[in-house]
């Protein structure tokens, strides 16, 4: 519990001072939510490749793609190239990934429809297989509609 004298600390900080202990706050959430989102990220996509194996066993013209950038080395995480967009199409429908790394966010689009997005640094709830089986269900569900607009 504080003391009066911490509390009159506080009490007496301005604005500015305040947004900067915030901001600095939510750069370090935002930098311990990047690797469960990184993590979160890859069986996505390896849920996105299964999909696309299987769709291209069946001699469907599938299409995976993978954008990768070149991210620095900050904190624990070390720099290289990673995966910042993945994407697999069937004809005109699609689902994509995308993990921005400024804020620690994954966004999933599906079709046409608004993305989904899962905020690592704001819902520290989130697992990583709760965004691998939302991905795998639009996976399926991709399938579904490319089955029913053209059924092979």
Known sequence: MPNWRDELIDAVKTRVE?????????????????????????LAIEALKFGHERIAEKGQDAKFLDETE??????DLPGGKRT??????L???????ELDRATAVIKVSFL?????????????????ADVEDYVGRRVVELVRSAQ?????
């Open 18 to 42: 305040r947004d900067a202990e915030e901001a600095a706050k939510h750069k370090q959430r935002v930098l311990e939510a990047l690797a469960s989102a990184e993590t979160a990220l890859g």
């Open 84 to 89: 910042k967009l993945a994407r697999l199409s």
């Open 148 to 152: 029913k607009a053209s059924p092979w």
């Open 112 to 128: 046409e429809g608004k993305p989904r997005e899962f905020d690592f640094a704001r819902d520290r709830h989130i697992a990583a």
């Open 70 to 75: 070149e991210v620095a080395s900050d904190g």
């Open 91 to 97: 004809g005109n429908l699609s689902v994509a990934i």
